[in-house]
């Protein structure tokens, strides 16, 4: 079993409609997740992080946490094209040690 | 502010050749440093990460190796390459008490 699930996509939205990104992760000790976006060709660039249940806003990104269902997931309202990149997942288990998901492509269409 | 510096940016070698790719963190000291490994098309794999100088944790054994000469500095190196070890090759910081990754540019070899 992986360490930390997402639907590869890719996922299509239009500009301006919400994008719904999720993940799972195996291991209930799991201690802080995060939300990298990583643009073709670029290093990952850290946008969300979440440690307790429930919602965090960032402006237009909303990170969801619900560790009863080992679940995580990330809300991007009124997309922009800009927004085209893949989102990465990870999970930190045991303060060193990071996992990540393979990412969720997004394409947001004008 | 922290920043990380790796280099170089692009690298094509053949196979059998050495390889080594350095990193630096500024801004901070004692990090935790990774070494991790995105395939094509794939997810990032961890490769080794370090909680200080001289103390290496590797998680996938192959025929790469990982060293700490200095707080600082993180370097990766290989005696012999292969096709397979072609990638983007990210350092990172982090990790202290719950925070967060920070990616370097990242390296992309191509073994040929």
């Known amino acids: 079993q992986k360490e930390v699930e997402q639907n590869s996509g890719p996922l299509s939205v239009p500009e301006g409609a919400i994008a719904s990104l999720n993940c799972t992760y195996s291991?209930?000790?799991?201690?802080?997740f995060f939300w990298y976006r990583q643009y073709s060709g670029k290093s990952p660039e850290l946008i969300m992080s979440?440690?307790?249940?429930g919602d965090k806003e960032d402006g237009r990104f909303t990170a969801q946490l619900n560790k009863a269902s080992q679940y995580v997931s990330l809300l991007i309202r009124d997309s922009q094209p800009s927004d085209s990149a893949t989102y990465l997942c990870?999970?930190?288990?045991?303060?060193?040690?990071?996992?990540f998901g393979t990412g969720t492509s997004l394409t947001v269409i004008p | 502010s922290q920043t990380i510096h790796q280099w170089p940016a692009t690298l094509v070698q053949p196979v059998g050749s050495p390889l080594s790719l350095e990193c630096t963190v500024e801004?901070?000291?004692?990090?935790?440093l990774y070494w991790y490994r995105q395939a094509a098309g794939r997810g990032l794999q961890l490769l080794f990460y370090?909680?200080?100088?001289?103390?290496i944790s590797s998680e996938v054994p192959q025929n790469l190796s990982a060293s700490r000469p200095q707080d600082r500095q993180f370097i990766l190196s290989s005696k012999k390459l292969l096709l397979s070890d072609s990638g983007f090759y990210l350092c990172?910081?982090?990790?202290?008490?719950?925070?967060?990754?920070?990616f370097g540019n990242g390296t992309r070899l191509t073994v040929t």
């Open positions: 990172a910081w982090g990790g202290e008490s719950n925070s967060p990754l920070h």
């Open positions: 291991d209930r000790g799991s201690q802080s």
């Open positions: 979440i440690y307790s249940n």
């Open positions: 990870a999970v930190n288990k045991y303060g060193n040690q990071f996992y």
């Open positions: 801004g901070t000291s004692n990090p935790n």
């Open positions: 370090s909680v200080g100088i001289g103390q």
